[in-house]
């Protein structure tokens, strides 16, 4: 007797193998059908796919959903070997702003830089921040592409101070 949802079999049509990726709920919501796939196998070997179906729920006792990833080439794979992905949420490459975190400051919640005029002036500016990597911080809002900002020191600078510019 088989349990009710218990895999009986499975089926590989000529050769060609899925990776089910194993989510949780918040990483499945990001997801689409379609969406490019970066997996690794074995000793580093990078594989491309693409999402071909997500799970409409997540189990009950470990919180966790799948997506199904097409393989573009899956020759030389082993059905059940492990596997880790990476998902371009993104849609696709976009460009961002970033600055390091150093010329980023605080005063309580808000998060501001400090902006270099054209006579050589500092002027606070309120930006709002995104993602962090390393040591570079996204500006999502605030800035212009292009605008001269104090990289280090900030602190000890305060509103209309004269700085010089250096390259």
Same mark, same amino acid.
């Not at 212009?144 to 000890?156: A, I, L, N, P, Y």
């Given at each position: 007797m088989v349990q009710p949802?218990?895999?009986?079999?499975?089926?590989?049509?000529?050769?060609? *193998?899925?990776?089910?990726?194993?989510?949780?709920?918040?990483? *499945?919501?990001?997801?689409?059908?379609?969406?490019?796939v970066e997996i690794t196998v074995g000793e580093g070997r990078v594989l491309k796919g693409t999402v071909r179906a997500i799970s409409p729920s997540v189990d009950a006792k470990t919180r966790y959903g799948y997506a199904l990833v097409t393989l573009s080439d899956s020759s030389g794979i082993i059905a059940g070997v492990y596997a880790n992905g990476t998902f371009d949420i993104s849609g696709g490459k976009r460009t961002l702003s970033s600055l390091p975190q150093s010329a980023v400051m605080r005063?309580?919640?808000a998060?501001?830089?400090?902006?270099?005029?054209?006579?050589?002036?500092?002027?606070?500016?309120?930006?709002?921040?995104?993602q962090r990597s390393g040591d570079r911080i996204e500006i999502r809002q605030g800035l212009?592409?292009?605008?001269?900002?104090?990289?280090?020191?900030?602190?000890?600078?305060?509103?209309?101070?004269?700085?010089?510019?250096?390259?």
């Open positions: 949802g218990a895999e009986l079999f499975r089926l590989i049509r000529k050769g060609r *193998l899925e990776w089910r990726a194993e989510l949780t709920a918040e990483e *499945l919501m990001l997801l689409r059908r379609g969406m490019a005063r309580g919640s998060a501001y830089v400090l902006v270099v005029d054209a006579e050589n002036r500092v002027h606070e500016r309120p930006v709002k921040l995104g212009k592409s292009g605008e001269k900002v104090v990289e280090t020191g900030g602190s000890f600078l305060s509103e209309g101070d004269f700085v010089q510019v250096v390259k």
